[in-house]
Structure formats: C-alpha cells, structure tokens
C-alpha cells in the first residue's frame, strides 16, 4: 500500500473515531474517552491532512475550525420555504387553535387528536442542507424564501454533524433547527467583551445571530454555540408517519433533540407541559420564549398546509411578555403611508427583557383615552409576544398631579393640512386620524420605504435610510421616480460611489419585472396584504386594467375579500393620482407577471369549484385551500365562470340552479377522486 493510501485509509478512521467522541461529548453529554485522548486524535488528523491536503474532506472534523473570511455571503434559496408560526397568548389562544385544526379536519371535539410540544428555543433559524449524509450547505431563515449562505459558520459548531450517521440515511435531507448561545456562554463571552472594550450583547439570541453572521469564520468557531434539531423541510420521504418519530430519527443521525420535548395525546397534556416548562424555565441554561405545539401526525400535517406566512398545523404558545416599568416622556405623531397618525410613546430608555426600550406604539386616540395615559405617567411597559413593546398601563398611585394629558393634533404634523376621521360603514368614526394630503410628504415617503422594502419590491440598497436620503435630495418624489433614477444620479449622493450606484441602479432593474401580486402588495393600498393581493393576481389573472376597472362589487366576489377590503381597494384605484402611477410604472418597463405556482403543476388552473352542503371527508375549509393549492379558483355564488359545482350531504338550491345552468355536478366521492388525481 502506498504511504498515500495509508494516509486515507487512517484518515478515514480518524475522521470517524472523532466524529463519534464529538458526539458523544457535544450532543450526547456522555464522553467516553479523556479530553486529553480527543485532543490526540484530532492532532493527528490534522497533521496528516497537513501532509495530505487533498486527502481533505468536506466532511472532516478539522473544517469545524474555520475558513478563509468571506467578502459577502451569498444569498440562498431555501427549497422549501422556512415558515414562521402563528402566536397564541393564552390557554383560550390554544384552544382556538385547536378548534381551528379540528375544523379544518373536519375532525369531531372528541376524536384523540396528539400534539408534539416543544420548547420554543429563542436563537437564530437555520436551514443544514445533507447529501448522501454530508452537510454540503447551511443557510440563516432569512425572509423565509432566500436566506444567507453561511455554511463554513455552521460547521464550527461541533454540535451539528458534518456526517449524519446511522444506515438509511435519504439522498437530501433538509434539517432546520435552531442556533443558540447557553446562559453561561452568553454571560463568559459578554465578560470577555467587557474586558476588552467591545460592545456587549444585549441577549443571547442577538449574541448568537451576531456570532453566525461572521464574515471570518474563526470569530464564529471562537463562540460557545450550540444547535437542537426540530425539524426537516419535507418529512414525505422519510420512513415517519410523526413528528415524534422525524425528531427520533434526527437523534439518529447525531443531532441534538432537546430533552423537554413532550408528545401529548390531548390539549390538557399540551397546556400541563406549558405549565412544567415555565415553571423550569429558570433553570435551563438557555432561553426560550414560549412553547411550539404541533399536530403529531404528519399525514395530518400535510392535509392541513399552511398559509402564506404560517402552517396550519403548528403554534407558537409565547410565555406572558417580561414587564419593566418607565416614564412616559412625550407623545409623538407620526404619518402611515396610508396617512393614518399613529401616537407614538416615548419613554425614558428602560431595559424589557434584555432590550432596551425606548419608544412604543399607542395605536390611536381610543386607546390613549381609554388607558388613560398622561405625559409624565409612571408607565408599565411590556414587550408583546417579547418582540414588540407596548405600553400596558400606567401607574396611577404613583402620580403627583404634574401629569398632562396628551394633546391630539388637528393638523398632520407634516404638511400641517387638517386632519380628519373617517366614517366607517355602520356611520361610526374609525379609530385612526388621518391626513388625506396625498402629497403630504410624510405619507409619500412611508409609501416609498413601503414599495422598496421587504413588503413591497424589495429592491436590495432601497432601504429606509436610502429614501430618506432620496426623498431629501429631491431625486425621488413618487414611486415612478425609482425607476427614473440613475447611476450619474446616485453616485454624487454623500456617501455614495460608483459602486454603490450601479449595485443600486442593478437592483431597480431587476425589480421590474416582477409579480402582479408583488406589485400590487407593493403600492400600500389601505388593508391589501400579500394574502388579498395574491387573491386579486389569482382573479385578474395579470390584468391590471380589469383590477383597476373593477368595482366594489366585483371585487367582492372574489372569495376572501369582504366590504372593506373592496372598498379600500376601489377608492385606491379611483384616485387619478394612483392611476398616474401605474400607467407610468408600465412605461417605465414595470412588467408584473403572474406568480410561478407554489409547487409546480397547477392541474386545476382555470376552474372554478362551488361548494353546495355539507362535505363529510373534509371542512370546507380543507377543500378549497386543496382546490387553490392546485390552482383552481373557489367561488362563493354561482354564476356563468363556476365550472363545477360540489355537492355535499343536503345541497342546497345552488344544485338546481346549477342544473339549469348546465354545470358540471360533482359529488364529494367525485370531488376527491378529482384532488386523489392531482396527485
Ligand atoms: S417549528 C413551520 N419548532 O420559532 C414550523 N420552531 O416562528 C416552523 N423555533 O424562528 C418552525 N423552537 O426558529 C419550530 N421547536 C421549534 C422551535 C422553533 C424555536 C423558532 C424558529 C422560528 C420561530 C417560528
């Protein structure tokens, strides 16, 4: 044998003898050999691939130490989007969600429904992409679609596999978990910090994502991090029928699965294990803020689906949000793109759970009123679902009499036009004050940031500051301008080059051509969010001038779309100024396609499906989000566009209408036949 190939046969056995006292020590807890006997075979592997360094592997221990730093990270595609969940604040929450579920099921209140709970780790999202069992890619959650590619981070942490072991490992496998600092390495790194003059981070999670978002990846191998495994993007290959058993096997393959884990068989087990994991939480030694509950069973999973943002069949149960007490110093007024004047606490800075809070939301004059807050109150501050703060109520047995009540303006404290209510259809005034000046400059510049940002186009280099900057300079005064702009323009801008520009300019491009759904997300129409413009793209099928020819009636039509959304969306277009808008985003090459179907074939495309009576199999629910799913279109009255009608058990009179009309009738047998089909 060649001193080559002795080389890679100990190699190999090095790599392995590693790989499993790694595990043993990182993820298992239970060393089986001495620190100092680790230390000895990780020393030889790495003088021998010293010698060798072809004979190195992706798959090789010694990658855990870092990589060359990177100049940027690439952005990512995640095969399957990486949802976020829905938050439930309370047992009633919990029950909603679980009769949603049953709903949707159509499954009666005392068929045996299990849930898994688990805890909600409170660190940073990533996706570890497997190939025959090697990590060939990590990426952070980022928008949920494209994340950050950051794979020679991930592999420094010695608690995720390189190598997956066990025998049946699938060809690709998608594990997503979360990255997370314990307590103890959170509060060692921040000492480190201290000792040395750095910033200190304010939590552990802001201590993790700023640990995983190193360009140089030894900062990162230097951070205590560690990683649980809770799922897989798409379970359907894999030999499991729960997500009991996909977390089994992910503890198969070497992951980390978190020992609170808790399969339940009914909700009153979900709520005593969130009692049992409050009750511990100051005893663990790392973070969580809540407890995710999911429906056990995957068959169920996959009946269920999700929606835009989150699945159906999963929750987010948050512990109560941590309180702090502060002053409240001022209320300030600002402008919504849709003109809305928002009262905006500002408070002496004060520490909520490890953030620092400085300002806080008062929604609108009702709530001010009926908190009854004061300029100068004592005020307890919590942070909802421990993200967003709010201001709870004010400490009225501390105050001293020097309190002021909290002035409403009459003007827009923009363009100081007059401000007014507006009346909502039953004749009562809505909540919010608004500034009806469509050029007040306050409202076009939250409608820019809302048409460049995530929300909207997401143009990469557009952000909040940027439009401030553009909308300043006077180069930007209206959507259409965006695209008006140019490389000469941008580059004299302070604090701008020519590479800045042109990346900017690049970006612009590219952002036109781009989805009907996006673009109409995109111009901050008043109650239109990704869910009701991807209803609108799927009617008009790419045709804005339909949309925008579309009254409030038709609009309503539209399955999903109530009074005021069509309202909204009716006055938005009847607006010359609006309709200026869209004619010279055309002109300007603003192409607005439709968006590519979420997974592949679109069998059902052009039908449209009725439902009459009540289906057995499944809720109604079930079976028009299984119709949209394969492209179909659901309506809600007949007319000469429904292609086929679904009768249920006792259909009503839409059956002999249908008949007369000539339609296709459809049983529920036929009905599932048709979906089996699709599949
Ligand atoms: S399941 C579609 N399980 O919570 C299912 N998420 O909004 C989505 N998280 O940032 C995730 N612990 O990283 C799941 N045991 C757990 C989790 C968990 C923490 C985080 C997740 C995401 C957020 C979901």
Redesign the pocket.
Known sequence: MSEQEKAARRLAELREQVAYHAHRYYVLDDPQIADGEYDRLFQELLELEERFPHLVTADSPSRRVGAAPLAAFANVEHRIP????ENAFSETDLADFDKAVRRFLSLPDAAPLAYMA????????VELVYRHGTLVQGST?GDGQTGEEITVNLRTIAAIPLKLQGVAIPELLEV?G?VIITTGGFKRLNEQRGATGENLFANPRNAAAGSLRQLDSKITAARPLDFYA??VGDPAGLPCTSQSEVLRLLGGCGFKI?PQIRTCPDLAGVVAHFQHLAAIRPQLDYEIDGM?V?VDDLGLQQRLGAKAR??RW?V?WKFPATQATTRLLEVRFQVGRTGAITPVAVLEPVSVGGVTVTHATLHNEAMIRGKDLRIGDTVLVQRAGDVIPEVVKPVVELRDGTEQPVAMPARCPECGLALSRARKEDGSEEAATRCTNLDCPARQLRKLIHFTGKAGLDIQGLGRKVMELLVNTGLVRDIPDIYRLTEEKLAVLEGWGEVSARNAVQAITASKETTFARLIGALGIKNVGEETAALLEQHFQGDLARLQAAGEAELQQIEGIGKVVAAAIQEFFEQEENRRIMAELLTLGVQAGLSEPASGAQPLAGQVFLFTGTLTSMSRGEAKARVKELGGQVASALSQKVTALVCGDKPGSKLAKARDLGLAILSEEDFKMILQDQK
């Open positions: 990486m949802l976020s969940l688990e805890p909600k780790l409170d660190g940073l999202a959650r997503r979360e809770y799922g978190n995710v999911k989150s699945p999963a987010a």
